[in-house]
């Protein structure tokens, strides 16, 4: 296969026509790779602020290592798959540590820092130092399964391999890190999953699928699986003008965000009493269920959500907790300072009324 046919349309609509992204002005590898983390799961415009904010405050690896992780995870607040934030701070340490703060260019050094996979090694080297290594994301799969109308489905395991043997292939020579963006934005702006535009594709004309007229048949992909439902009840614990926020395990789900505790539930309307007992096993105190505050409902990659939600009233004892690592009675001033997941923040609006009337 002779790729070179590619480049030039390619790159040439590429340098025409690309978005004007903040973290496309810059050469400085740890903005790079910042925006590479924040993009994954993503999208692009819910990005950019974030991207600007956590620049502004951490513009070098240091400053990153020098932070408290609280301080990371409430910046990285609403852009979910903490994990991301997590790894990141890992790794700013690390490469302060081992690498004089400078990100490092060595594909093996950089894949063993935390939360760096195939795609982020590619994508950050190849944009930043211009390595020889092509980008393989869901937009570039589907760009790949049309222009060469492959069978293999995108979701399936070990798909990842087959169609980076097709990205290395036709990865430019002289551009790789241009041609990574061209192919990603190719295939996020012109060939979309419904409704590609085609007939202004700089590749129409290299398109197997376009020519035998099977752009709608690709890529394939095998049935997914419903993912399962979980239900909770949250307890809102009231102590004077403070409530009860716990913390959850650093390396888990979530991991080092704050929450009211909550236990599991089920669809009927539960019991106050069991609510009760259940939260004295999870949190060590004797509480008594005021009222209903609110119904919350919440979709995760693996997982939906549904939770009802209860104010609560602290009657006796001190908090012992069974899961959660940290504890705080604080007032909803404070809560706002607190890195919280979005589950949880649907209901404070809602919690901050409820308290206003009282």
């Known amino acids: 296969m002779d790729p070179s046919p590619i480049f030039e349309p390619l790159l040439h609509w590429y340098d025409t026509h690309h978005r004007d992204l903040p973290w496309r002005k810059t050469s400085d590898p740890w903005a790079i790779w910042v925006s590479e983390v924040m993009l994954q799961q993503t999208q692009v415009a819910t990005v950019i602020p974030y991207f600007h904010r956590f620049i502004r405050r951490f513009p070098t690896p240091l400053h990153l290592a020098e932070a408290d992780i609280q301080e990371v995870l409430k910046l990285w607040e609403g852009l979910g798959y903490y994990s991301r934030a997590r790894n990141l701070h890992k790794s700013a340490a690390a490469v302060v540590l081992l690498h004089e703060g400078r990100v490092p260019d060595d594909p093996a050094?950089?894949?063993?820092?935390?939360?760096?996979?195939?795609?982020?090694?590619?994508?950050?080297?190849?944009?930043?130092?211009?390595?020889?290594?092509?980008?393989?994301?869901?937009?570039?799969?589907?760009?790949?399964?049309?222009?060469?109308?492959?069978?293999?489905?995108?979701?399936?395991?070990?798909?990842?391999?087959?169609?980076?043997?097709?990205?290395?292939?036709?990865?430019?020579?002289?551009?790789?890190?241009?041609?990574?963006q061209a192919m990603m934005e190719l295939g996020a702006l012109i060939c979309r999953p419904k409704s590609p535009e085609c007939r202004v594709c700089p590749l129409e004309k290299n398109c197997v699928s376009r020519a035998h007229q099977t752009t709608a048949d690709f890529p394939k992909r095998e049935g997914t699986k419903k993912i399962p439902h979980r239900h909770l009840v949250i307890a809102v614990i009231l102590k004077g003008n403070t409530l009860l926020v716990v913390q959850r395990p650093l390396d888990g789900f979530l991991g080092g965000l704050w929450e009211c505790p909550a236990i599991p539930g089920t669809e009927s309307t539960p019991v106050p009493d069991e609510i009760e007992s259940a939260m004295k096993k999870a949190v060590g105190l004797t509480i008594r269920v005021d009222r209903s505050l609110s119904q919350v409902r919440h979709v995760y990659t693996h997982f939906s959500l549904s939770a009802d939600v209860y104010v609560c009233r602290y009657v006796k004892g001190r908090v012992r907790l069974r899961d959660a690592i940290a504890h705080q009675w604080v007032t909803l001033r404070k809560l706002a300072q607190l890195p919280v997941h979005r589950a949880q923040q649907k209901f404070f609006p809602a919690l901050a009324e409820a308290l206003d009337s009282d």
């Open 109 to 180: 050094a950089f894949r063993s820092l935390s939360g760096v996979g195939d795609y982020i090694a590619a994508a950050v080297l190849s944009i930043a130092f211009g390595q020889l290594m092509a980008v393989v994301d869901g937009n570039v799969k589907r760009v790949l399964a049309r222009l060469f109308e492959l069978d293999m489905a995108v979701n399936r395991p070990g798909s990842h391999k087959f169609f980076q043997a097709y990205a290395d292939r036709i990865l430019c020579p002289t551009r790789p890190g241009d041609f990574n």
